[in-house]
């Protein structure tokens, strides 16, 4: 039965308790999906690690020269630019080994994000407010970015490998001797003829031991300046409004100085073990590096590593901002 029009003159009570709750609950935000959120993030992870190829991949070349090359080849980053250049041109110089990034970035990141994802949801599961909308505490986002290098390490290890090799068997040529490898897809048949699978994926403990940690100081570091940058209503002091690009990019750029900063050691190691003759081990590659120049033996290249991790970051995350926000608004968020 419809009320009468002498019911609209009874004057309205406050909201108890319980119906505030009921109305601040039925304004919130809708949460989406869990397996789509997830989703999106592959597809933004992919989209992001295009970007940061782009950006970084001269940096990584010039350090993973530095971190291979026999002691006196080069004499600093810019040299091994220049003759880099001078021997193989502007684009091959700068580009060598590019082709497995190219093709293994956009599973790698996309995993690696996905991955991220999914650590928050594990880590939220162990939490006593398991609630999406509750941000993570700087531990939890650690251990999630930590997980999702787990994931990762199995595309990571292989392309790794082939990119690593491809980018410093130029410098081991003398002059007008061919290279050995025509290619990324040359190097992984060579690689499988010689030694198969344990051969293509070799360093993947090294790799591993490196992303967890790194992606562990990458996430956390990423949401940590997220956070400080993001504006606050000077009222309550809660967060307001959208994070800027500009200072997505800032933090990105913080994610990536901060990944490398504990593990570049354990990159070297990896660089080495990936690209050497014969059967080795950790074990070996670290006493032979120690032996030869002591604790300094295992930074060779940092200059170059954090340069890189400036650019390539900051494209990565501007990347996978981007991409989410081209996702909402054409699926809705």
């Given at each position: 039965?419809?009320?009468?029009?002498?019911?609209?003159?009874i004057p309205?009570?406050?909201?108890?308790?319980?119906?505030?709750?009921?109305?601040?609950?039925?304004?919130?935000?809708k949460t989406?999906?869990?397996?789509?959120?997830q989703?999106?993030s592959?597809?933004?992870g992919?989209?992001?690690g295009?970007?940061?190829?782009?950006v970084?991949h001269?940096?990584?070349?010039?350090?993973v020269?530095l971190?291979t090359?026999?002691?006196g080849l080069?004499?600093s980053?810019?040299d091994?630019v220049r003759?880099?250049?001078a021997r193989?041109g502007?684009?091959r110089?700068?580009?060598?080994?590019v082709s497995a990034?190219l093709v293994?970035v956009?599973?790698?990141?996309?995993?690696?994000?996905?991955g991220?994802?999914?650590?928050k949801t594990?880590v939220?599961?162990f939490s006593?407010n398991p609630?999406?909308?509750t941000?993570?505490?700087?531990g939890q986002?650690s251990?999630?970015?930590?997980?999702s290098a787990?994931?990762?390490t199995a595309?990571t290890?292989?392309?790794?490998r082939?990119k690593?090799?491809l980018?410093?068997?130029?410098?081991?040529l003398?002059?007008?001797?061919?290279p050995?490898?025509?290619?990324?897809t040359?190097v992984?048949?060579?690689?499988?003829r010689?030694?198969?699978i344990?051969?293509v994926?070799?360093?993947?403990a090294a790799?591993?031991?490196?992303?967890?940690p790194?992606s562990?100081?990458y996430?956390a570091?990423?949401?940590?300046?997220k956070?400080?940058?993001?504006?606050?209503?000077?009222?309550?002091?809660?967060?307001q409004?959208?994070?800027?690009?500009?200072?997505?990019?800032?933090?990105?750029?913080?994610a990536?100085?901060?990944?490398?900063i504990?593990?570049?050691?354990?990159?070297?190691?990896?660089?080495r073990?990936?690209?050497?003759e014969?059967?080795v081990?950790i074990g070996?590659?670290v006493?032979e590096?120690?032996?030869?120049g002591g604790f300094?033996a295992f930074?060779?290249?940092?200059?170059?590593?954090?340069?890189?991790?400036?650019?390539?970051?900051?494209?990565?995350?501007?990347g996978?901002?981007?991409?989410?926000?081209?996702?909402?608004?054409?699926?809705?968020g």
């Open positions: 039965m419809a009320p009468s029009s002498e019911s609209t003159t309205s009570l406050p909201p108890s308790k319980d119906e505030l709750k009921t109305e601040i609950k039925a304004e919130a935000p989406v999906n869990a397996g789509l959120a989703l999106r592959f597809a933004a992919g989209f992001g295009l970007c940061a190829v782009v970084g001269p940096f990584d070349l010039v350090k020269r971190q090359a026999e002691r080069y004499t980053a810019i091994v003759k880099s250049v193989d502007l684009a110089g700068l580009y060598a080994g990034p293994g956009t599973p790698m990141f996309a995993v690696s994000f996905w991220y994802d999914l650590g594990i939220r599961s006593a609630d999406q909308t941000p993570l505490t700087i986002t251990a999630a970015g930590f997980f787990i994931p990762m595309i290890a292989p392309f790794e082939v690593v090799i980018q410093v068997q130029s410098q081991k003398k002059p007008g001797e061919k050995r490898y025509t290619g990324a040359d992984v048949r060579q690689l499988y010689e030694g198969g344990r051969s994926f070799r360093g993947s790799t591993l031991a490196r992303d967890g790194g562990a100081a996430f570091a990423y949401e940590y300046i956070r400080r940058l993001t504006p606050r209503d000077p009222a309550t002091g809660k967060p409004g959208e994070l800027s690009l500009l200072a997505v990019t800032a933090a990105g750029a913080a990536g100085v901060a990944m490398w504990p593990v570049f050691p354990v990159d070297t190691v990896k660089s073990l990936q690209t050497a014969g059967s081990s070996g590659v006493r590096l120690y032996a030869k300094r930074f060779p290249g940092f200059g170059p590593a954090l340069a890189r991790a400036v650019p390539a970051n900051a494209a990565t995350f501007l996978v901002e981007l991409a989410h926000q081209a996702m909402n608004k054409a699926f809705g």
